[in-house]
């Protein structure tokens, strides 16, 4: 429904989701051991056109989820160095 709403929403030379970035997911994977590895992540729209979309991306198991934080900061034009554990940004939004 949101997506639908955000899509349907005129803005700029496009729409509302065009210029946006959602992160919806879990940072658990397993709630009975509390692991935060191969967590399923979904991100939608465009960041305003800095983000390719219709891709499925995996990283190795000990990747950071802040490293998609980071990268996602990076994305909205906030320049940081790290984001909690981070260890790097991801090239996945480019």
């Not at 990076?74 to 909690?84: D, I, L, P, R, Y």
Request: some cysteine; glycine content about 14%.
């Amino acid at each position: 429904y949101l997506l639908d709403r955000l899509k349907a929403t005129p803005e700029g030379n496009g729409n509302l989701l065009d210029n946006s970035l959602i992160m919806y997911g879990s940072s658990i994977s397993d709630g009975n051991l509390h692991t935060h590895h191969d967590l399923p992540i979904v991100l939608a729209g465009g960041g305003g056109g800095q983000v390719r979309g219709n891709r499925h991306v995996v990283y190795p198991k000990d990747t950071p989820l802040n490293n998609l934080l980071l990268s996602m900061l990076e994305t909205a034009g906030v320049s940081v160095e790290t984001f909690g554990d981070s260890t790097g940004k991801l090239d996945c939004l480019a």
